[in-house]
Structure formats: structure tokens, C-alpha cells
């Protein structure tokens, strides 16, 4: 399989433990103390680790430093909206639109020479 399109598998993977360790104990665990969260969160984040580790090595094979952190970027965002939405039940506003717009000019600066 291509270099990018396993480091972006791995990737949104990542992402989807990361987004829930960053996130979820807002909604799950709000009445426990902090630390209960930040434990919880940590042992989500492990797995979010040995993912990215791996994701960003493979991608590095092909991409520059800028190409991969901007496609982290997208993904982030491409996890994040809908997690927001289904999952802590926020609205959809149109700034997430506007976020995601910026994003797209920042691919194209930094992945234009390979268009």
C-alpha cells in the first residue's frame, strides 16, 4: 500500500483516540476530580501514540515536515466536526466551514508543488 495512504489511515485512527482523549471526559466524566480525567485521558492517549508514532514516520518517507503537519491538520479537523456534533451533541455552526476553508488554502501552499 502507498506511504500516504497508510500514514493517513493511521492517522485519522490516531485521531479518533486522540479526539476522545482530549474530549470525552468533558462529557463522561465532568463529576469526577481532574485527575480522574487526565489518568483516563492519558491511558486513551496511549493508543493514540502508537499510532501517530508510526503514521508520522511512514509519512515522513514521502512528505515533508510542513505536507505532513498540514494533513494532520485536516484530518484533526475532518475527526473532530462530526465527534463534536454526534458525540458532545454541539452545534454545527458555519465558523467550523470557515476553519475548514483556511485549512484548504494552507494544503494548497504547502502541497502546490506537487500539483
Not at 486522540?18 to 468533558?26: C, D, N, Q
Not at 508510526?54 to 473532530?80: C, D, H, S, W
Request: include cysteine; proline fraction near 3%.
Amino acid at each position: 500500500m502507498n506511504s500516504i495512504i497508510w500514514s493517513v489511515s493511521l492517522l485519522v485512527c490516531s485521531n479518533v483516540f486522540m479526539t476522545f482523549a482530549w474530549y470525552a471526559h468533558l462529557k463522561e466524566l465532568n463529576n469526577k476530580p481532574w485527575i480522574v480525567a487526565a489518568l483516563v485521558s492519558w491511558g486513551i492517549a496511549l493508543f493514540e501514540y502508537l499510532l501517530q508514532v508510526p503514521a508520522n514516520r511512514i509519512g515522513y518517507t514521502v512528505l515533508n515536515i510542513g505536507q505532513l503537519k498540514i494533513m494532520q491538520e485536516v484530518i484533526t479537523l475532518t475527526v473532530f466536526v462530526p465527534f463534536a456534533i454526534f458525540y458532545l451533541k454541539e452545534p454545527l455552526k458555519l465558523d467550523y466551514l470557515w476553519a475548514g476553508l483556511c485549512i484548504m488554502g494552507a494544503v494548497y501552499f504547502v502541497f502546490r508543488s506537487h500539483f
